[in-house]
């Protein structure tokens, strides 16, 4: 981990980020299913942050240290003491040996920092990159490969006049954290209104939402469909056919797109009115010998009857961002605070269902480390009662996910007014982990919670 000067757009001067060795966003790691890596985060970082730090939030404040990393596999089945825990971050000039098994099914996966109360800092800085877990059931797929296999990583930035990146403070003295971050500018891998000279032929794209707050709402200017052909954790049953694809912050999708019926012509990959990207697709007509097969994967689905519990988790908290007495109120998962005791301890190889109801305005994409999960429906129910009573009242029937959701997933879009649940097995690793909301400004102010998988005691 490093400060580097990096140029985002050819009219502006180098911007100050921070990566890995020499890249922001970090180089793409390509791992094989079944072959381990050991990775050394080394923190060579300077000793003074460069973006507001929030003294009065729970874990940094006076005595910690400015600049503190730990970094996180996200995604990744990974021992607790190599997953990045949020207190075990570590100071410039020191580094951490973190064991990765890459004992799971292919997946895009990411990796980025995780420290304590300054995550939505250290990320908006730079500190995250991809992690592209490969196997052997998707290699021989034929999918797009190579140069026509290409990372997306996508988040939005604010910049100042003189090209430094800009990171808004609430106004309040002594306590700058915003509920939320919206930049004025989508960035993809880092850069500014990039242009990609492509082929009239399929692509295969890993995109990754690593905004702090923005939801995405990908399409394409020539109207055209694509496909998706897997989530966070892997591929999908069968490709999904999209227009548009919403990706929360923290979610990742791995699509197709085809160019060649716009051969000679330019297409502008968007986010709402936001252009992100310019696809130049080449006239000269070329063969395209990659698939998009019919059927990628046999998702077996997690039965409700196998579950040994389900859990009511509230979201709640956070206070009106329109009225300044309110604003800086913490988030928090079911009502507990960071440092509470721990109260989601599902045992190891058993399956749970989590209940988590939004009584929030926001949708809160909700992450767990270490496993992976399926999603079984959305509800709406009387937010009043609920808070009032604490009586689920449904208004309506459950909502099935969407089609491109239904594969494995490991972090989910809790809308507001929702109840969303999803269904899990705790296979992997015994020990210690968190579970979080993915927009980071919520993630540092409380919306995180410890929880601990145990292993199986015997009578
Ligand atoms: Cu990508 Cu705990 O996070
Ligand atoms: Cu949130």
Partial sequence: MRE?????????PPTRTWGFGATSPGPTIE????????VEWMNELPTEHFLPIDRSIHGAGPGTPEVRT????????????????????????????SF???RQPAATLWYHDHAMAITRLNMFAGLLGLYI???????????????????????DRSFREDGQLYYPVSGIPGRPWVPEFFGDAILANGTLFPFFDTEPRKYRFRLLNASNSRFLYLSLSSRQSFWQIGSDQGLL?????????????????????????????SVLLKSDTYTILQFRVSNVPCVDGSAKPERLQTIPRILTADAVRTRLLTLEGGGDPDDPTTKTQPMLLNGAHWSDPVTENP????????????????????????VRFQILDRRPFDVFTYLNERVLRYT??????????????????????????????????????????????????EMMRPYEVVAFQGP
């Fill in 4 to 12: 580097m000067e990096r140029r985002i757009h050819p009219s502006l």
């Fill in 31 to 38: 791992a094989k299913r079944g072959q381990p890596i050991f």
């Fill in 70 to 97: 730990i970094i996180h596999l996200h995604g990744g089945r990974v021992p607790p003491e190599s997953d990045g825990y949020p207190e075990n971050w570590y100071t410039p000039g020191k580094s951490l040996l």
């Fill in 100 to 102: 990765y098994p890459n």
């Fill in 133 to 155: 877990l490969r196997d052997e059931i998707e290699d021989a797929l034929n999918l797009p490969k190579r140069k026509y296999e290409i990372p997306l990583i996508l988040y």
């Fill in 237 to 265: 049953q069968t490709p999904v056919e999209l227009k548009m694809l919403t990706l929360a912050p923290g979610e990742r999708a791995d699509v197709i797109i085809d160019f060649k019926a716009q051969s000679g012509q």
């Fill in 347 to 370: 045992a190891l190889d058993t399956v749970e269902i989590w209940s988590l109801i939004n009584v929030t305005e926001d949708a809160h994409p909700i992450h767990l480390h270490m």
């Fill in 396 to 445: 309506a029937d459950a909502i099935a996910p969407d089609a491109n959701e239904t594969g494995w997933k490991d972090t989910v879009r809790a809308d507001p007014g929702m109840v969303t649940r999803i269904i899990i097995r705790f296979e992997g690793f015994a020990g210690r982990y968190v579970w979080h909301c993915h927009v980071l400004e919520h993630e540092d102010y």
